[in-house]
């Protein structure tokens, strides 16, 4: 696919991953900015996450970016439940 698209597999494994993320439920494309911000670039990632230092984080990284779709704490305590118990990687 990289070759097809004349990019880099980093940046193929990069768009994976996020597209994983985005099969947790409640995930939108602008979290999925947040979470890379926050350096949650997967599923596992964000399956390790304690989510009240993520939701924290991704606070003051959604204010200092001026994002205008900041996930609230009980969200992002929803989405590492997700991905620790439903939404398993596609991408290794």
């Known amino acids: 696919m990289a070759g097809t698209l004349h990019v880099g ?4 494994t990069v768009w994976a991953h ?4 985005v099969r947790i439920v409640g995930m ?3 979290h999925v900015n947040l979470l890379a911000l926050a350096s949650v670039g997967g599923l596992d990632q964000l399956e ?3 989510p009240a230092h993520l939701a924290e984080l991704l606070t ?8 205008s779709d900041v996930p609230e704490a009980a969200t992002v305590q929803d989405w590492v439940n997700d991905a620790r118990t439903n939404t398993k990687p596609k991408v290794l």
């Open 9 to 12: 597999t980093p940046l193929v």
């Open 18 to 21: 996020a597209m994983d993320l």
């Open 28 to 30: 939108k494309p602008a």
């Open 48 to 50: 390790a996450a304690d």
């Open 60 to 67: 003051g990284l959604g204010e200092a970016a001026g994002a």
